[in-house]
């Protein structure tokens, strides 16, 4: 226990995240990082960006109704402290995403339009699965699909993109360093915390994997929409890549995704995910449940 409660306390919080990585940063980025102009510049890009960031607000969003929500159904001082910090994490997620729908010319007075344009209707059903949960104030079903299965999937997101980004953006690329570290530290403490309570609590083991399994579903759909959407965004990138003469590759769990197409893309990502779903899962106790069994 003491463990847990140094690992998640306030002031390790504080000294890992807004005094550590996120130091001297604005909204996640360095002060005078801009959008490249070749994005901003390029219809297709931008729109597909424009797009990609929308839906990193909405799953944000939902992250962020969940944390908040499950503060007071935790059953112990040290999580309700843990998750008044996700908490704001959360929220700064919201706010530094939100600021780059600004950045990509998206004004503040059609924010909540564009948000509704462009919002993929599967990750909303994804994010109405978890929030059932919360708002019935199950802690157990709430934080495994909180910080193991929304979590997890958002530090894969954000690492495939951090990749690209590296070579192509580095204002998000920084942006995106530090939601990856923030969610690290989530999908711990969902590891740490949430085992001992389902082996406490067997009876739920059924309930908490039919969750995981229509969030998985919904998840799955995400992905495949997403990438089907951005196809042509895909290519173009590609495309400018090459008449640039760029050649540096943006390797990704064996896959160069400069050079990959949207269906190389989707798998990698997909098959990365659901991997670390079932070794998640596993540590707590969980067994993995793929959609349509």
Same mark, same amino acid.
């Not at 504080?14 to 390029?42: I, R």
């Not at 994010?127 to 299965?149: R, S």
């Not at 098959?271 to 993995?288: A, H, M, P, Q, S």
């Given at each position: 226990?003491?463990?847990?409660?140094?690992?998640?306390?306030?002031?390790?919080?504080? $000294?890992?995240?807004?005094?550590?990585?996120?130091?001297?940063?604005?909204?996640?980025?360095?002060?005078?990082? *801009?959008? &490249?102009?070749?994005?901003?510049?390029?219809?297709?890009?931008?729109?597909?960006?424009?797009?990609? *960031?929308?839906?990193?607000?909405?799953?944000?969003? #939902?992250?962020?109704?969940?944390?908040?929500?499950?503060?007071?159904?935790?059953?112990?001082?040290?999580?309700?402290?843990?998750? #008044? *910090?996700?908490?704001?994490?959360? #929220?700064?997620?919201? @706010?530094?995403?939100? $600021?780059?729908?600004?950045?990509?010319?998206?004004?503040?007075?059609?924010?909540?339009?564009?948000?509704?344009?462009? #919002?993929? &209707?599967?990750?909303? /059903?994804?994010?109405?699965?978890?929030?059932?949960?919360?708002?019935? /104030?199950?802690?157990?079903? !709430?934080?495994?699909?909180?910080?193991?299965?929304? $979590? !997890?999937?958002?530090?894969?997101? %954000?690492?495939?993109?951090?990749?690209?980004?590296?070579?192509?953006?580095?204002?998000?690329?920084?942006?995106?360093?530090?939601?990856?570290?923030? @969610?690290?530290?989530?999908?711990? %403490?969902?590891?740490?915390?949430?085992?001992?309570?389902?082996?406490?609590?067997?009876?739920? /083991?059924? $309930?908490?994997?039919?969750?995981?399994?229509?969030? *998985?579903?919904?998840?799955?759909?995400?992905?495949?929409?997403?990438?089907?959407?951005?196809?042509?965004?895909?290519?173009?990138?590609?495309?400018?890549?090459?008449?640039?003469?760029?050649? @540096?590759?943006?390797?990704?769990?064996?896959?160069?995704?400069?050079?990959?197409?949207?269906?190389?893309?989707?798998?990698?990502?997909?098959?990365?995910?659901?991997?670390? %779903?079932?070794?998640?899962?596993?540590?707590?106790?969980?067994?993995?449940?793929?959609?349509?069994?």
């Amino acid at each position: 226990m003491a463990d847990f409660l140094s690992a998640y306390s306030i002031q390790n919080w504080l $000294e890992s995240c807004p005094q550590g990585y996120l130091e001297d940063t604005v909204y996640g980025h360095a002060t005078g990082e *801009t959008e &490249p102009e070749s994005l901003l510049d390029n219809e297709l890009l931008l729109t597909n960006q424009i797009s990609t *960031t929308v839906n990193l607000v909405v799953g944000e969003r #939902a992250a962020l109704a969940a944390s908040s929500g499950l503060i007071n159904s935790a059953p112990d001082y040290p999580s309700k402290r843990f998750l #008044a *910090t996700q908490t704001l994490d959360e #929220a700064r997620h919201v @706010e530094i995403f939100t $600021e780059r729908l600004f950045d990509l010319g998206v004004k503040r007075a059609d924010l909540e339009s564009t948000i509704n344009e462009y #919002a993929n &209707p599967n990750l909303v /059903k994804f994010a109405e699965v978890l929030l059932e949960k919360v708002d019935k /104030k199950d802690f157990i079903a !709430g934080v495994v699909g909180q910080n193991i299965v929304l $979590e !997890g999937m958002a530090f894969s997101v %954000f690492e495939m993109m951090h990749t690209t980004a590296q070579s192509d953006n580095s204002k998000f690329a920084h942006t995106l360093s530090g939601t990856i570290a923030d @969610e690290r530290r989530h999908v711990g %403490f969902g590891e740490n915390r949430i085992g001992s309570l389902i082996a406490q609590h067997p009876e739920k /083991k059924s $309930e908490i994997q039919k969750m995981q399994q229509d969030m *998985t579903q919904h998840m799955l759909a995400t992905f495949s929409t997403s990438f089907e959407k951005g196809r042509a965004a895909t290519e173009e990138a590609k495309r400018i890549r090459t008449e640039k003469g760029v050649q @540096e590759k943006a390797m990704y769990h064996g896959k160069d995704l400069n050079a990959s197409d949207s269906e190389d893309m989707q798998a990698v990502l997909a098959d990365t995910v659901l991997n670390e %779903f079932k070794v998640r899962l596993g540590r707590i106790g969980l067994e993995y449940q793929a959609p349509g069994t």
